[in-house]
């Protein structure tokens, strides 16, 4: 049985964090540095699309002051005609006179703007949305590829697995951010061109309309920052959230759910996790909206002081209908502009505080690493590996997995760990594959330390088939090549593997045989029993034609018999090979040249099987109570 490392079970309570105030304004402004190496992203994903969403904006951005302002024409044009009173008979009289030319001309050109703008919005938004799947995939990719690179200690960490989640969530959200970002420089553009139409007439009232918006561009800003605040305080809970739904709703769990009628507690887990988290948005959301109505208020009532003054000139005879037109429409488009600006800017300085959880990932570096000139793995390996006095302990654990452990493991050697569950059996074989890395003392190929090789190079010398091995919704197939994954296409490597490990009796049973999808997850995929997966990952490891080979209890759900013949065969095909067995049955691990027998992290006892009888410890103690169990 493989050690897991220790990990909190019970649903953490977040009402601590609630209260907690949110990132200070040099913490908001300091995340904007974020947004360059965004914008290279971006950049970098197709500088043809990005540069076609900012040009097309750039031109819809003088669309509104020239729509504007040829409104302001038509006006003016019309009350001109009133004014001249003309008889007019008829359309077509008035048509064939020449008299509404120039209207008509102003007509056509702004219902041509019209026409444009919308065009232009439709070819925004569909590069933008071509540029954001393209951002997301190349991103996500990126996520995974840094992933790989990371020690298998991060994983099993908590808090990296809250800021793996993190991560993961915005390489999907982020490109509102882009959209932001572009918009802000159209809207800027926009506001540049009616700020100067509106410095023409009345220069004091821009000034009006920016102390009125103040307020509510301080209080976005400061609840965006709580919203942030509130998601990364959230984010355990977030996790066990989806947890708690999937156990309570997939294939896998499924039949537990309904023999211990778990779904109960489950609904009542989810739903106490779930009110806490509303509870928390809501009075955020309350607070958010009723000061956001306040400072709305502030700016409607700038705008309408502007409105009267500008009324009031009018009449007094200062400007024109169209001016009075073209002025209220300038000062409320440009109020809107401003406020969507400010807002803006307060949405750009909050999702940059989540560009954080993103880059913060990519920022951590894995521990176990390469050399830089990494001495090359011995091939064939001649004396084997030697474990001189290694100890290790999962992080933050107080106990140590194993300790002052040492012993050899001979080239060609056949290698049975037994021990009860605990004893650091696996942990021993994550420390051989290099997973990871000793706290005290060190593991020695062929006289030189594991880290001296190179990572990649080890690895592909060393098979390893865990318990806890994954089940691939692939063809049977592929579920076998992805042990060696640069000979995924080789069908006759691929069979001889099936073969090695008795799994081509299994896929001789599937309707397409190597090309059936297999698992639960897709419609036509079939199931396979435990035994059947575990022959399908025994083949896996065959598929690596790796010196050593390990196989850590994967085969817990097949009988006595068919684990005897598994193992029987493993041995048979080990022949100049270095393995390692994993087993609780002892009439399996009798077959092994030497076994070492674990006990709390330490070496017990070391021999064969008829030594370590004759010794009666441990092992002859367990021996004889499975014994007794079949008699």
């Keep these: 049985m493989a050690e897991p490392t220790p990990a909190p079970t019970a649903p953490a309570t977040a009402h601590s964090r609630q209260g907690k105030s949110g990132p200070s304004l040099r913490e908001r402004f300091k995340a904007m540095r974020n947004l360059p190496p965004f914008l290279k992203q971006i950049w970098q994903t197709s500088p043809w699309l990005t540069i076609s969403s900012l040009g097309l904006r750039l031109i819809r951005a003088v669309l509104p002051i020239i729509t504007l302002y040829i409104g302001k024409l038509i006006i003016d044009e019309a009350v001109r005609l009133v004014a001249l009173g003309l008889p007019f008979e008829s359309l077509g009289e008035a048509w064939r006179g020449g008299q509404l030319d120039h209207l008509l001309w102003l007509l056509v050109l702004e219902f041509a703007l019209a026409i444009l703008s919308d065009l232009l919005g439709r070819m925004v938004s569909y590069a933008d949305s071509l540029l954001s799947e393209l951002f997301t995939n190349a991103t996500s990719i990126r996520l995974m590829e840094h992933a790989a690179t990371l020690d298998l200690e991060d994983f099993e960490d908590p808090d990296l697995q809250d800021k793996l989640d993190r991560a993961r969530r915005q390489t999907m959200g982020r490109m509102n951010l882009m959209s932001t970002l572009f918009g802000q420089v159209q809207d800027s553009i926009t506001v540049i061109s009616f700020a100067a139409g509106l410095l023409v007439y009345a220069p004091w009232l821009i000034a009006l309309l920016a102390v009125a918006l103040i307020p509510a561009f301080v209080g976005e800003a400061h609840f965006n920052a709580m919203g942030y605040s509130l998601n990364f305080a959230w984010t355990p809970e977030r996790r066990q959230l989806e947890y708690v739904k999937q156990t309570g709703a997939s294939v896998e769990s499924a039949k537990e759910v309904k023999i211990f009628n778990l779904h109960h507690f489950l609904i009542a887990r989810y739903r106490t996790l779930a009110d806490k988290f509303f509870k928390a948005n809501r009075s955020l959301a309350k607070r958010r909206a009723v000061w956001g109505a306040l400072f709305a208020a502030l700016g409607t009532l700038g705008y309408y002081i502007a409105y009267a003054y500008i009324a009031w000139r009018t009449v007094r005879g200062d400007f024109t209908i169209g001016d009075l037109t073209f002025l209220a429409g300038s000062f409320r488009r440009l109020r809107q502009l401003l406020e969507g600006l400010l807002v803006g800017f307060s949405q750009v300085a909050s999702q940059a505080l989540y560009l954080d959880d993103l880059f913060s990932f990519f920022e951590i570096q894995?521990?176990?690493?390469?050399?830089?000139?990494?001495?090359?793995?011995?091939?064939?390996?001649?004396?084997?590996?030697?474990?001189?006095?290694?100890?290790?302990?999962?992080?933050?654990?107080?106990?140590?997995?194993?300790?002052?452990?040492?012993?050899?493991?001979?080239?060609?050697?056949?290698?049975?760990?037994?021990?009860?569950?605990?004893?650091?059996?696996?942990?021993?074989?994550?420390?051989?594959?290099?997973?990871?890395?000793?706290?005290?003392?060190?593991?020695?190929?062929?006289?030189?330390?594991?880290?001296?090789?190179?990572?990649?190079?080890?690895?592909?010398?060393?098979?390893?088939?865990?318990?806890?091995?994954?089940?691939?919704?692939?063809?049977?197939?592929?579920?076998?090549?992805?042990?060696?994954?640069?000979?995924?296409?080789?069908?006759?490597?691929?069979?001889?593997?099936?073969?090695?490990?008795?799994?081509?009796?299994?896929?001789?049973?599937?309707?397409?045989?190597?090309?059936?999808?297999?698992?639960?997850?897709?419609?036509?995929?079939?199931?396979?029993?435990?035994?059947?997966?575990?022959?399908?990952?025994?083949?896996?490891?065959?598929?690596?034609?790796?010196?050593?080979?390990?196989?850590?209890?994967?085969?817990?759900?097949?009988?006595?018999?068919?684990?005897?013949?598994?193992?029987?065969?493993?041995?048979?095909?080990?022949?100049?090979?270095?393995?390692?067995?994993?087993?609780?049955?002892?009439?399996?691990?009798?077959?092994?040249?030497?076994?070492?027998?674990?006990?709390?992290?330490?070496?017990?006892?070391?021999?064969?099987?008829?030594?370590?009888?004759?010794?009666?410890?441990?092992?002859?103690?367990?021996?004889?109570?499975?014994?007794?169990?079949?008699?």
């Design 366 to 631: 894995p521990e176990i690493t390469s050399p830089e000139n990494p001495v090359a793995v011995p091939k064939p390996i001649v004396r084997g590996f030697v474990f001189e006095d290694v100890g290790f302990r999962y992080p933050d654990a107080e106990r140590w997995a194993v300790r002052h452990l040492s012993f050899e493991l001979r080239a060609g050697e056949v290698l049975a760990l037994v021990g009860e569950n605990g004893a650091g059996k696996t942990t021993l074989v994550k420390l051989l594959a290099r997973l990871y890395d000793p706290d005290e003392g060190r593991i020695l190929l062929d006289g030189v330390d594991l880290r001296e090789y190179d990572i990649e190079d080890l690895r592909a010398n060393i098979g390893v088939i865990f318990q806890d091995f994954v089940r691939y919704n692939l063809t049977a197939g592929e579920n076998i090549g992805v042990g060696q994954i640069d000979a995924m296409a080789d069908d006759a490597r691929i069979r001889d593997a099936a073969r090695r490990a008795m799994a081509d009796e299994v896929i001789a049973t599937l309707p397409n045989g190597y090309d059936q999808l297999v698992g639960r997850r897709f419609k036509t995929g079939v199931d396979l029993s435990g035994g059947q997966w575990q022959k399908i990952a025994i083949a896996r490891a065959y598929m690596r034609d790796a010196q050593v080979m390990i196989l850590d209890e994967p085969t817990a759900a097949l009988d006595a018999r068919s684990e005897f013949e598994v193992f029987q065969r493993f041995k048979e095909l080990s022949d100049d090979r270095t393995a390692v067995l994993i087993s609780h049955r002892f009439s399996s691990v009798r077959m092994a040249d030497r076994i070492l027998v674990l006990e709390q992290g330490q070496l017990e006892a070391s021999g064969t099987h008829e030594e370590l009888l004759a010794q009666g410890g441990r092992y002859a103690e367990l021996f004889e109570l499975q014994a007794s169990g079949y008699r």
